[in-house]
């Protein structure tokens, strides 16, 4: 084999484990949440963290007991958050909103896809469905 022949065989293993690495980082909704359901849950913001590949809601959401159960609610990353005018601040610990997303595949999770999400104290809205998202800043 000559040293061009070479130089590509290398080239084409690197390439292919370069784009092997990022897919396998990330995951298929479907394989974790019910995207055909729609849940909606209603409480306090403990967390927002605005990252990628997901950005992700925590909260606190208390029943007619008075028991407090702890959803994780994954959204877009940080990036097109932005894009749509979801900042790193935009929600803060003691926030109450209203999420609506599809239901983990293991309940006892507690988790969400993120759909809409509204906090009624200002009327804050992202949907979706709506073209960017329809989110507004505090």
Known sequence: M???SQKRSVALVAAAV????PASAHHS???TYFEEQNI???GKVSAFLYRNPHSYVEMESTDSRGAT???IAEWFGSGRLSRVGVEPDTFKPGDQVIITG????DEK???LHLKTILRPSDG????HMQPYGGGRRR
Do not use: L
């Open 102 to 105: 599809a239901p983990g595949r």
């Open 124 to 127: 804050f809205k992202f949907d």
């Open 29 to 31: 909704f479907a394989a």
């Open 40 to 42: 909606t849950v209603e």
């Open 2 to 4: 000559n040293s061009m």
């Open 109 to 111: 999770e507690h988790r």
């Open 18 to 21: 370069f784009a092997v690495v």
């Open 69 to 71: 159960t702890k959803w």
